[in-house]
């Protein structure tokens, strides 16, 4: 199978602090992972996209300073929210995306982790 | 841009049968997916279409039809553990969008 790991799965934060969010595939290498934000009774909106060893590329309206994305190796990716505030509180969910059709894990499929809840106070 | 429409709620009856259409707009189709979610959890992948066709698994299939930007995905024999939202989501080029997200209340 393909599993994706996402530590932690929730935390609460002081208003001005930092967090980072890590997100590994277990079984397979990612070349490509992608963070996702969803606040309540919303969907998905595609936050950045990272692949191995270069710098991520983020959608409009994202913050690149405030939101670092780190994919430093193929089965580790972070995400650090700098100086959080209320309104960053969400549900941050990453997926990842294999090489190829190895070991039951395909290329066209992105494999979710399983979130992390955030609560900034 | 992208834009995925879905219907926002629907309600079904136990046992019944229910199609969520999805409509979209891109360039660079890449495939079109659906997701279920459940509350407070990631979404877990159901199906995955990217030529034009019906592809069923089990309860559930999905069709697409490129030339129209439309998707639907069908499940039958409905469960209450089927209450959930189901996301369709479209692939351009290497990133992954997704609608709004229909959310499906099943009743006895």
């Known amino acids: 199978g393909a599993v994706v790991s996402q530590h932690p799965s929730w935390v609460i934060c002081k208003s001005g602090t930092s967090v980072k969010i890590e997100c590994r595939s277990l079984?397979?290498?990612?070349?490509?992972m992608f963070w996702y934000r969803q606040f309540p009774k919303q969907s998905l909106m595609l936050m950045a996209t990272s692949n191995e060893g270069s710098k991520a590329t983020y959608e409009q309206g994202v913050e690149k300073d405030k939101f670092l994305i780190n994919h430093a190796s193929l089965t580790l990716s972070t995400l650090t929210v700098t100086s959080a505030h209320p309104e960053d509180s969400s549900f941050y969910i990453c997926s990842a995306r294999g090489a190829g059709t190895s070991g039951g894990v395909s290329s066209y499929e992105q494999y979710f982790g399983p979130g992390t809840r955030l609560t900034v106070t | 841009g992208q834009n995925i429409d879905q219907p926002t709620e629907m309600t079904a009856t136990e046992g019944a049968i229910v199609q969520i259409n999805c409509t979209y707009q891109t360039s660079g189709f890449n495939g079109l997916f659906w997701y279920q979610q459940h509350a407070g959890e990631a979404p877990t992948f159901l199906s995955y279409?990217?030529?034009?066709g019906l592809e069923e698994k089990g309860r559930f299939s999905s069709f697409l039809s490129r030339s129209k930007g439309y998707s639907y995905l069908l499940l039958k024999e409905l469960q209450m553990k089927d209450s959930a939202s189901y996301l369709c989501a479209v692939r351009a080029r290497r990133d992954m969008r997704f609608g709004a997200g229909t959310r499906l209340t099943v009743k006895p």
């Open positions: 079984d397979f290498q990612a070349t490509t």
């Open positions: 279409n990217v030529l034009d």
